[in-house]
C-alpha cells in the first residue's frame, strides 16, 4: 500500500491508500518541524496496529509539504521505520504532469497544485473552483484540462477567529459552529462574534465564487475540502462537491499518473 502524507501549517494528514486508490485509513497529528522520526513512528506504529496493519503493509511514501522544515524528518520516517525512499511532490522523480498557467508557478504550494490533480480525476470534463478550508483559505481555478490557473488566498477562519480575540481585549475566544438561525442581529458578544465569522466568510465565499465565475465565464464545479467545509454548507449550499480528503487524493494520484 501507499502511505500518502500531506504535512500542512497546521496538521499532518497521513493515509493509507490501496492499489485502487481507495483510502483505507487516515490519521492527523498536529504539525511540529520539531518532531522526529522516531516520535512519527511511535504514534504511526500503534495506529497501524489499532486498526489491523503493519508497517510492512507500506511499500511506498509520498509526502507534500507546505512546511519545508518538516520534510526532512518525514523523508528519514520513511527510510528509517519503512525501508523506503520517500518521494515528494514537486520534485524528480515526480512530475506534476499538469500545467501551471501562472506568472510564478515555482511559488504555487504543493497542496494546491495536488488538490488540482485530484480536482481533475473527480471532474475530467468541466473547469473547477477549488476551495480549501486550512490555515489559509484558498480558492483555485483548475481548467477542463486540469491545468492551474490561479486563485485567491485570504485568511483561514481560525486564523480570523485567533486574531479577532487577541487584539480585542474583551472577546472570549468561541469555537467556530454553524449560528443556530440565519439572523444576523446577535444579542450577546459571542453570538455576534460567531455570525461576524460564519456568515462574514459565506458572504466572502459567495462573492469570490460570484465573481470568478463571471470571470471564467463557462460552467464550473466547485469542490470544497478541508474540515470546516461541511459546516459552511448547512447553511450556505456554495458547494457542488465536498471531498474532505481531496489533498490525499491527489497525492496518490500523482504518484499513479507517474508510475503509469
Given at each position: 500500500?501507499?502511505?500518502?502524507?500531506?504535512?500542512?501549517?497546521?496538521?499532518?494528514?497521513?493515509?493509507?491508500v490501496e492499489a485502487s486508490g481507495d483510502?483505507?485509513?487516515?490519521?492527523?497529528?498536529?504539525?511540529?518541524?520539531?518532531?522526529?522520526?522516531?516520535?512519527?513512528?511511535?504514534?504511526?506504529?500503534?495506529?497501524?496496529?489499532?486498526?489491523?496493519?503493519?508497517?510492512?503493509?507500506?511499500?511506498?511514501?509520498?509526502?507534500?509539504?507546505?512546511?519545508?522544515?518538516?520534510?526532512?524528518?518525514?523523508?528519514?520516517?520513511?527510510?528509517?521505520?519503512?525501508?523506503?525512499?520517500?518521494?515528494?511532490?514537486?520534485?524528480?522523480?515526480?512530475?506534476?504532469?499538469?500545467?501551471?498557467?501562472?506568472?510564478?508557478?515555482?511559488?504555487v504550494g504543493s497542496d494546491r497544485i495536488?488538490?488540482?490533480?485530484?480536482?481533475?480525476?473527480?471532474?475530467?470534463?468541466?473547469?473547477?473552483?477549488?476551495?480549501?478550508?486550512?490555515?489559509?483559505?484558498?480558492?483555485?481555478?483548475?481548467?477542463?484540462?486540469?491545468?492551474?490557473?490561479?486563485?485567491?488566498?485570504?485568511?483561514?477562519?481560525?486564523?480570523?477567529?485567533?486574531?479577532?480575540?487577541?487584539?480585542?481585549?474583551?472577546?472570549?475566544?468561541?469555537?467556530?459552529?454553524?449560528?443556530?438561525?440565519?439572523?444576523?442581529?446577535?444579542?450577546?458578544?459571542?453570538?455576534?462574534?460567531?455570525?461576524?465569522?460564519?456568515?462574514?466568510?459565506?458572504?466572502?465565499?459567495?462573492?469570490?465564487?460570484?465573481?470568478?465565475?463571471a470571470q471564467i465565464g463557462k460552467p464550473?464545479?466547485?469542490?470544497?475540502?478541508?474540515?470546516?467545509?461541511?459546516?459552511?454548507?448547512?447553511?450556505?449550499?456554495?458547494?457542488?462537491?465536498?471531498?474532505?480528503?481531496?489533498?490525499?487524493?491527489?497525492?496518490?494520484?500523482?504518484?499513479?499518473?507517474?508510475?503509469?
Open positions: 500500500m501507499l502511505l500518502a502524507i500531506d504535512a500542512g501549517n497546521t496538521n499532518v494528514k497521513f493515509a493509507l483510502i483505507v485509513q487516515r490519521w492527523r497529528i498536529a504539525t511540529d518541524a520539531r518532531r522526529t522520526a522516531d516520535e512519527y513512528a511511535v504514534w504511526l506504529d500503534q495506529l497501524l496496529k489499532m486498526e489491523g496493519y503493519a508497517r510492512r503493509d507500506v511499500e511506498t511514501v509520498v509526502i507534500s509539504t507546505v512546511v519545508p522544515r518538516a520534510l526532512h524528518n518525514l523523508q528519514l520516517l520513511a527510510s528509517k521505520y519503512f525501508g523506503v525512499d520517500a518521494v515528494v511532490a514537486g520534485k524528480p522523480p515526480l512530475s506534476w504532469g499538469i500545467a501551471l498557467k501562472v506568472d510564478e508557478p515555482q511559488q495536488v488538490n488540482a490533480i485530484a480536482a481533475q480525476a473527480i471532474e475530467p470534463d468541466s473547469d473547477k473552483i477549488v476551495i480549501s478550508f486550512g490555515t489559509a483559505t484558498t480558492v483555485d481555478h483548475v481548467d477542463s484540462e486540469g491545468a492551474y490557473c490561479g486563485g485567491i488566498i485570504a485568511p483561514g477562519i481560525n486564523l480570523s477567529l485567533d486574531a479577532l480575540v487577541a487584539a480585542a481585549a474583551k472577546l472570549p475566544r468561541i469555537g467556530i459552529e454553524a449560528p443556530a438561525s440565519t439572523s444576523v442581529i446577535g444579542r450577546t458578544t459571542e453570538s455576534q462574534m460567531l455570525i461576524g465569522i460564519y456568515w462574514g466568510y459565506v458572504a466572502m465565499m459567495e462573492g469570490l465564487l460570484q465573481r470568478m465565475k464550473v464545479t466547485v469542490i470544497a475540502t478541508g474540515g470546516l467545509a461541511i459546516l459552511f454548507q448547512q447553511h450556505g449550499h456554495l458547494f457542488d462537491k465536498i471531498d474532505p480528503d481531496l489533498t490525499l487524493r491527489g497525492i496518490a494520484t500523482l504518484y499513479r499518473n507517474n508510475i503509469k
